[in-house]
């Protein structure tokens, strides 16, 4: 029996993304791994003082891998407890760069240093003038608002403006920059690509089809039967489509499940790490927010 320790934030009210992790897991236990791997659900709250608490419980229980801790504060936190018990970590969707430093600590999604090396050639390529990105203060956030103010030439009135930061402070800033009928186009970061965006600025006066509202988000690519089954269950209990977050924890737990037998066979196809257990998918995507919801996007160049 391989036991399996899976952390995130269980609070729905506090995370958009606990509803997905929670189905993830149960697709995971019924579809994918079988009677051979038990998995045992630990709340983080997405915090520091949280990560620790239940890195703590998690040791206690000796599992043979943990998956999660969603929010790079948490995985800051905690990874190199478990690094100090060599514990393997599997990261889903923690993205600040330094995180795999901890001789445990593996990534499946990709890095900050990857995503803002990206996202600069892409607002290079449309040649936006962008002001200095704004964060939510999160780790996450600050990661790539600094790294993004280093890069990119930058300008006080740009029309591009770019926040950083988890999804609930993503909305709030996007519903106070629409109020101010500025011209020019906003820019959110991965946490902020929800189906729950357009909703939510509806819900709030926003209709993103008078606003032009951008997400540089992370969009995984399944690949094999089980991934088309996965789908299928997915539409059939849910509606719509899985997001990222399912995928990649999806294919975190299946990863941590055949650990060490690496590359893992996973609904990402293969999953393969360089020396810095790091897997770097490269899996990038702008997305325009309609009122229908979100819509892939490609940048055209602006005359200046």
């Known amino acids: 029996m391989k036991r399996i320790a899976c952390v995130a934030c269980l609070d729905p009210k506090f995370s958009i993304h606990t509803h997905t992790f929670l189905r993830a897991?149960?697709?995971?236990?019924?579809c994918l791994l079988?009677?051979?791997?038990?998995i045992r659900l630990f709340d983080d709250n997405a915090s520091r003082e949280g990560a620790l608490r239940a890195a703590r419980d998690i040791l206690a229980w000796s599992p043979d891998a943990v998956v999660g801790h969603f929010a790079s504060a948490a995985a800051d936190a905690a990874a190199p407890e478990y690094a100090a018990h060599n514990m393997p970590l599997f990261l889903p969707a923690a993205t600040a760069s330094h995180l795999t430093r901890n001789a445990t600590t593996w990534r499946?999604?990709?890095n900050d240093a990857d995503y803002v090396a990206w996202l600069s050639e892409q607002t290079e390529l449309a040649q936006w003038c962008v002001a200095p990105p704004e964060h939510d203060g999160s780790l996450h956030g600050?990661?790539?608002a600094e790294q993004?103010?280093?890069r990119l030439r930058l300008t006080p009135y740009g029309t591009t403006r770019l926040f950083s930061g988890r999804y609930a402070a993503s909305v709030r800033y996007a519903i106070r920059w629409a109020h101010t009928d500025l011209p020019g186009r906003l820019i959110l970061t991965d946490d902020a690509g929800s189906t729950a965006l357009a909703p939510d600025?509806?819900?709030?006066?926003i209709n993103p089809d008078r606003h032009?509202?951008?997400i540089a988000g992370i969009c995984p690519h399944p690949a094999g039967e089980t991934a088309r089954r996965v789908r299928e269950i997915w539409r059939r209990r849910w509606g719509g489509e899985p997001g990222t977050y399912l995928w990649e924890t999806l294919?975190?737990?299946?990863?941590a499940a055949r650990y060490p037998e690496l590359p893992a066979q996973t609904v990402l196809g293969p999953l393969r790490f360089d020396d810095r257990r790091e897997s770097r998918p490269s899996s990038f995507r702008l997305w325009r927010v309609t009122r229908q919801g979100l819509i892939a996007w490609q940048p055209a160049p602006e005359v200046v």
């Open 142 to 144: 600050i990661s790539v």
């Open 25 to 30: 897991v149960v697709l995971a236990r019924h």
């Open 34 to 38: 079988g009677p051979s791997v038990q």
């Open 212 to 214: 032009d509202i951008l």
């Open 201 to 205: 600025l509806l819900a709030h006066g």
């Open 251 to 255: 294919a975190a737990l299946q990863t």
């Open 108 to 110: 499946l999604c990709d």
């Open 148 to 150: 993004l103010a280093a």
